[in-house]
């Protein structure tokens, strides 16, 4: 069994666990990175579709200390994202150990140390890592999520999650039905349709429909304006360009897009070309599903269809509470911060070195906010401890 003696252990390879290490390193306070799967940023690397690209402008989306080059596109593309990733893992210096499933992590009062017990999954042999700081990078997406649903366990054709589409080639021809109208339903419901799916996408909730262009407007005014004039004006311009789209099942929430994302993290759908394809009648707009039977589903509207498979753009869930013994201070029962990111400046932050990054629910911008608030702490801390 082999022990390691760490500053700081972080849980998770993804971009929340190597801006982190990113800035830890640029402190020079020593970390290593515990990733489950065989590489960084698996879930852009083997969970995420082809056509897939930021949904913000490049400027939101970097990591500390390295800006997108200024000749990259606006809207970075999924491959262009990933070589990003790699090159800084390699620029600071990212100690990335992949294979490596945390099976605990608990705090020992005594020692003032976490211990952190992981399965090395190509040498099947137990690792057990010590530190002064745990970060937390496992992410909102760890698992992905499937609603229940009376009758799914009997569906006759494919389930999906989301995660595991890459193309709607295998759907040609095919009736689809897409569950969740969020960005990524929405832009899998487009790319089916144009791999000639007959397609249907199931809209639960009210939802913002905006472009790109007015989501990077209206995050270029938050910084001068209230988030309150600022949804105002993007929600005129979303008019402006789709018009009234409740005839065709989709309803836009009572709040604005801004609001709701700094409140409940829900955020707007950026349009691909999803709603000329609604407005066309190319893809259906459904309510919620009530039961399954076969390969018949029926709808809260009464409708009855028949569809040859289902994809769940339905989400993912945090997997924390499953290996983290002590989480309660830190984390809910969903596996989530208690205080959210705009109830407490210090979400980010428990007791006893105990960190989260990667959870405020504002995609990479937030991210990086967490790593380099995270970094400099545990320097502010290791620092006043060595002046005592």
């Excluded at 998770?12 to 390193?25: D, E, M, Q, V």
């Excluded at 017990?117 to 499937?146: D, H, P, W």
């Excluded at 707009?285 to 569809?307: A, D, M, Q, R, Y």
């Excluded at 620092?383 to 005592?388: C, E, I, Q």
Aim: aromatic fraction near 10%; hydrophobic fraction near 35%; charged fraction near 25%.
């Amino acid at each position: 069994m082999e022990e390691v003696v760490v500053e700081a252990v972080i849980v998770g390879g993804g971009p929340a666990g190597i801006a982190t290490s990113a800035c830890l390193n640029h402190l020079k306070i020593s970390n290593i990175v515990l990733e489950r799967e065989d590489c960084c940023a698996s879930l852009w690397k083997k969970k995420a579709y082809d056509r897939l690209k930021l949904h913000l402008a490049k400027q939101y989306c970097q990591l500390p200390h390295m800006p997108f080059p200024h000749e990259a596109p606006t809207f970075i593309p999924k491959n262009e994202f990933i070589h990003y990733l790699d090159e800084y893992v390699s620029r600071f210096d990212v100690f990335l150990r992949c294979n490596r499933n945390v099976e605990s992590a608990f705090y020992d009062s005594n020692g003032s140390k976490w211990t952190v017990v992981t399965r090395n999954t190509i040498l099947e042999v137990c690792e057990v890592y010590f530190a002064k700081f745990l970060v937390v990078a496992s992410g909102e997406n760890s698992q992905g999520y499937v609603p229940q649903i009376h009758g799914l366990d009997g569906f006759g054709g494919t389930l999906m999650h989301s995660s595991l589409y890459q193309n709607g080639k295998q759907f040609s021809r095919k009736d689809v039905l897409v569950v969740g109208v969020g960005n990524s339903g929405a832009e899998i419901a487009y790319d089916l349709s144009n791999w000639g799916a007959r397609t249907s996408i199931v809209a639960r909730s009210g939802v913002h429909f905006l472009t790109e262009e007015i989501v990077k407007l209206g995050m270029f005014l938050l910084k001068y304006l209230p988030t309150k004039l600022v949804d105002m004006i993007v929600l005129n311009l979303g008019k402006l360009k789709h018009g009234d789209m409740s005839k065709y099942g989709l309803k836009r929430p009572k709040e604005g897009p801004f609001f709701l994302k700094q409140t409940t993290g829900r955020s707007a759908t950026i349009d691909v070309g999803c709603i000329e394809k609604i407005r066309s009648g190319e893809i259906k707009v459904l309510p919620s599903i009530t039961i399954i039977e076969g390969n018949t589903i029926k709808f809260e509207n009464e409708e009855i269809h028949h569809f040859d498979d289902i994809i769940f753009a339905t989400g993912y869930r945090s997997n924390v509470k499953t290996w983290l013994k002590d989480y309660k201070g830190l984390f809910n029962d969903e596996g989530m911060p208690k205080q959210r990111c705009f109830e407490s400046k210090y979400y980010w932050r428990g007791e006893n070195g105990l960190y989260c990054a990667g959870f405020s629910q504002r995609g990479l911008l937030g991210i990086s906010e967490d790593a380099e608030n995270i970094a400099n702490h545990i320097s502010f801390i290791l620092k006043t401890s060595n002046s005592d």
